[in-house]
């Protein structure tokens, strides 16, 4: 069970949470994705991957601003506070709507909001820690994806999971083109944008796969 392989059986228990990304995708493939995608495109990368055989990371970016991927956190810890506050998660998460995040976090008690994402933050695993609003300023890209892994592991994260299934069309790039991916991206206009994104995806992840959707 992939749960109880981390040590969160306890925080969420669930009969059967495979692996879906057996460890297929060696650090060599990663440094290779991150090397040509910088070369094609003339600007930094960071990716990194959580499977059955840990965490692996590549590119100059290891550390990024969370964006609009910290509304997952968000609307975990929404959802364990209230089923009334379902409607500003799924908007929140399926269209990234800031307004509806932003009501999230009012009705976590504003400054009270910190420590109840930060509560959904360490039941995954993490060691990143929120300092006071729903875009934290900093996630590692190894952290993100540890996380992204957990979320089925938590208490209302298979809840906030299917919402990422569903995101709206023009939220759907780069692995929201694989079919079955749970996705959730986040861009500033920062020279030019700044992007990232965190997925589970549903296959047998190969250096093909990243390849082909690391850039959209």
């Not at 040509?36 to 990024?64: K, N, Q, W, Y």
């Not at 997952?72 to 500003?88: E, F, K, M, N, Y």
Request: with cysteine.
């Amino acid at each position: 069970d992939f749960c109880l392989s981390r040590g969160l059986g306890d925080v969420y228990k669930r009969q059967s949470v495979p692996s879906t990304a057996g460890a297929s995708v060696a650090q060599s493939d990663l440094d290779r994705i991150a090397a040509e995608v910088t070369a094609e495109t003339g600007v930094p990368v960071g990716i990194a991957l959580h499977d059955a055989s840990g965490t692996r990371s590549a590119g100059t970016i290891t550390d990024f601003p969370a964006y609009s991927t910290g509304k997952v956190p968000l609307a975990i810890a929404a959802l364990r506070q209230s089923p009334a506050l379902a409607g500003d998660a799924t908007a929140a998460i399926t269209a990234s709507d800031n307004e509806a995040a932003d009501r999230l976090w009012s009705a976590l008690g504003g400054w009270q909001a910190t420590g109840k994402v930060n509560q959904v933050l360490r039941d995954a695993g993490s060691s990143t820690v929120n300092p006071g609003w729903w875009a934290m300023p900093s996630w590692t890209i190894a952290d993100q994806a540890a996380f992204f892994a957990a979320i089925p592991c938590v208490d209302k994260g298979p809840e906030v999971e299917a919402m990422m299934g569903n995101v709206v069309g023009y939220q759907r790039w780069a692995f929201g083109n694989i079919p079955g991916a749970k996705i959730k991206g986040g861009w500033l206009p920062e020279n030019g944008y700044s992007l990232r994104q965190g997925a589970i995806l549903p296959v047998a992840v190969s250096y093909t796969h990243l390849r082909a959707h690391e850039t959209g």
